[in-house]
């Protein structure tokens, strides 16, 4: 889900320069071959990263930092360009950060409609939630 403030920040597709509908997904040759925009991964692992830049939940010695609740300044740097998928137990901790730090990225959580952080989730989403397949 894509949280925060957007503004023009739409992805483009690569081929015909045409803004895409999800501000993070863009295409380019086989159309059926998607990439996301992200600067910086939070809570991710040397293992699982998607991007160069990424803060570990625990101390890596190629990560950027460990533990993102300790980094405000790298949310703020970073703003519209985080990446985060955080262990499910740190996920209404995470929206909180989002929300008072006021940053923009994409969160990757479960679609858990029972949870005491989905109503804050869809309160904070600037786009429709994309499902993945199961």
Not at 59 to 70: D, G, H, K, M, S
Request: proline share 9%; glycine share 6%; aromatic share 14%.
């Amino acid at each position: 889900i894509a949280l925060g403030r957007y503004g023009g920040d739409a992805a483009q597709d690569a081929r015909t320069g045409e803004e895409m509908e999800h501000p993070f997904l863009s295409r380019f040759n086989d159309p059926n071959d998607w990439r996301l925009n992200y600067a910086l991964f939070l809570f991710a692992s040397e293992s699982n990263r998607r991007t160069p830049l990424y803060v570990s939940r625990y101390y890596e010695p190629r990560a950027l930092a460990a533990n993102a609740f300790l980094h405000p300044d790298l949310w703020r740097e970073y703003d519209g360009r985080l990446w985060c998928n955080p262990p499910w137990p740190l996920v209404g901790r995470v929206l909180a950060a989002f929300e008072q730090l006021e940053v923009a990225g994409t969160v990757v959580v479960p679609h858990w409609r029972a949870s005491h952080w989905f109503p804050r989730l869809m309160r904070l989403a600037t786009h429709q939630p994309l499902l993945l397949p199961r």
